[in-house]
């Protein structure tokens, strides 16, 4: 299951479960998120991204959904394995297509994968 | 080859030191950014810099400055370190126009 508290919040799940990660936003504005992927002692992973003119995208294994209604969006990963054992985090851009693109993310889930 | 490479990997110092992150991208892309990941994991922009523009986050204390000696290159001085500065610290490069950034491995710093 999921907890909250004052450590990274932290899914538990077994080889070949599905997983789900969520993460609320906070800017109305952002048009477009991303999903890095962090494991041990290295830098965050691009996984996958959406614009805020789509509601899902899928990868290989992977699912994003969006909900602008509630600013809140998801990763699925299916049939998880150990090697998806990693921080997750989102990031939201309110400034796609300008200037700079300034990544705020979230604060970051922690899936570990039980064989 | 690694796109986004940073130096050292892990630095340890002395409070009030001045030192030195390099960091280098042979992505081709035109914007750099320098993030900070404190102990829990929480990652916050610093900097971002392109050719043209170098943004500031404003919570940034002004001891820590970016250097770009060309556009393949984003190096980050900090004077006077300070024990709250100890952090891993990330750079990343992406497309001007908030394309995917891509980051590097991190340099863990400590400040003794």
């Known amino acids: 299951g999921e907890s909250v508290g004052l450590h990274l919040p932290t899914l538990s799940v077994q080889e070949g479960d599905n997983s789900i990660i969520n993460c609320a936003y906070s800017?109305?504005?952002?048009?477009?998120f991303i999903w890095y992927k962090q494991e041990s002692g290295k830098g965050p992973q691009f996984i996958i991204d959406?614009?805020?003119?789509?509601d899902k995208r899928q990868g290989q294994r992977v699912t994003v959904l969006l909900n602008k209604t509630v600013k809140h969006l998801s990763l699925q990963i299916a049939a998880t394995q150990p090697g998806d054992s990693a921080v997750y985090f989102c990031?939201?851009?309110?400034?796609?297509?300008?200037?700079?693109?300034?990544?705020?993310f979230g604060k970051g889930t922690k899936l570990s994968v039980k064989p | 080859d690694t796109a986004v490479s940073q130096t050292p990997k892990y630095l340890v110092t002395q409070m009030g030191n001045d030192k030195s992150i390099k960091c280098e991208q042979n992505?081709?892309?035109?914007?750099m950014y320098w993030y900070k990941q404190d102990s829990k994991k929480f990652l916050k922009i610093m900097f971002s810099?392109?050719?043209?523009?170098?943004?500031i986050n404003e919570t940034v204390p002004n001891r820590f400055s970016p250097k770009s000696p060309d556009k393949a290159h984003l190096n980050l001085h900090i004077n006077s370190l300070e024990l709250g500065d100890s952090a891993v610290y990330f750079c990343?490069?992406?497309?001007?126009?908030?394309?995917?950034?891509?980051f590097g491995p991190g340099t863990r710093l400590t400040v003794l």
């Open positions: 800017n109305s504005a952002s048009d477009y």
């Open positions: 990343a490069s992406s497309w001007q126009g908030g394309d995917t950034q891509y």
């Open positions: 990031a939201e851009n309110a400034n796609y297509g300008g200037s700079q693109g300034n990544l705020i």
């Open positions: 810099y392109n050719n043209k523009e170098l943004i």
């Open positions: 959406i614009r805020s003119n789509m």
């Open positions: 992505l081709g892309h035109d914007t």
